[in-house]
């Protein structure tokens, strides 16, 4: 446990860093991503220290200042679209790395823009949906500046544009509503669906490329079928 959560720490500094190099410097005020990053750390319960050491970092260079951002797409096994998002001070090796977990595993490593026209770029907040009405969250969400709604009777999902996501979370919060995590994704605008025979290759392929030390998020286009979710429940 205290392995994986160092590896989440240690992937949660990188987005503040790279949030502070990429997104317009490392006050949080002025920087939505780096607003971002922030709170999905302390969401992540990552300590204080640990994110004023990454802001320090960012502030006057040094160790971690070398890292670039860096982005692949291409598609896996069932021909789901991936765009993989990394941090890395070595973009030969961490290429070399990422391609070979494509190549062994039924996938093709694409040219940039491949897939990328396959995805919209949101603030996506989540949380609980109990006890909350529909009509209500939803003039709260669209008052505060989101785009959209969706609710069944576990949770809510709540998008908007990358710049309005502290904004609208902050309303929410401040109404009382029960945020779970607020962050900036790729949204596919359309989804391709995974048969059972599928989907064991599919979830080693995201698993892969989402336990490697560079790798900052992993975004896809697949749904897994009905028959898939009954065989992983059996």
């Given amino acids: 446990m205290d392995a994986q959560k160092g590896k989440i720490f240690t992937k949660l500094s990188r987005d503040i860093l790279m949030a502070c190099r990429q997104g317009g410097g490392p006050d949080p005020e002025a920087n939505y991503r780096l607003k971002d990053a922030i709170v999905r750390a302390r969401e992540a319960s990552m300590p204080r220290e640990n994110i004023e050491r990454a802001l320090e970092k960012a502030r006057g ?109 902050t309303a929410l919060v401040n109404a009382k509503v029960p945020v779970k995590s607020s962050e900036l994704t790729m949204i596919a605008k359309t989804s391709v669906e995974v048969s059972a025979a599928d989907a064991p290759a599919v979830l080693k392929f995201m698993d892969l490329l989402e336990e490697h030390d560079d790798v900052t998020n992993v975004y896809t286009n697949f749904e897994l079928s009905a028959e898939a979710v009954e065989a992983m429940d059996a």
Wanted: net charge negative; aromatic share 6%.
């Fill in 61 to 169: 260079g040094g160790e971690g200042a070398e890292l670039d951002e860096v982005v692949y797409e291409g598609y896996g096994p069932a021909n789901i679209a991936i765009i993989v998002e990394a941090a890395t001070n070595n973009r030969n090796r961490t290429a070399a790395e990422v391609r070979l977990i494509f190549s062994k595993n039924s996938g093709n490593f694409g040219e940039t823009g491949s897939v990328a026209w396959l995805f919209d770029r949101k603030g996506q907040i989540t949380g609980p949906s109990a006890g909350l009405d529909e009509d209500t969250l939803m003039e709260q969400a669209i008052e505060a500046g989101a785009d959209d709604l969706e609710m069944d009777e576990d949770n809510f999902i709540i998008t908007c544009e990358p710049t309005m996501l502290h904004e609208v979370r």
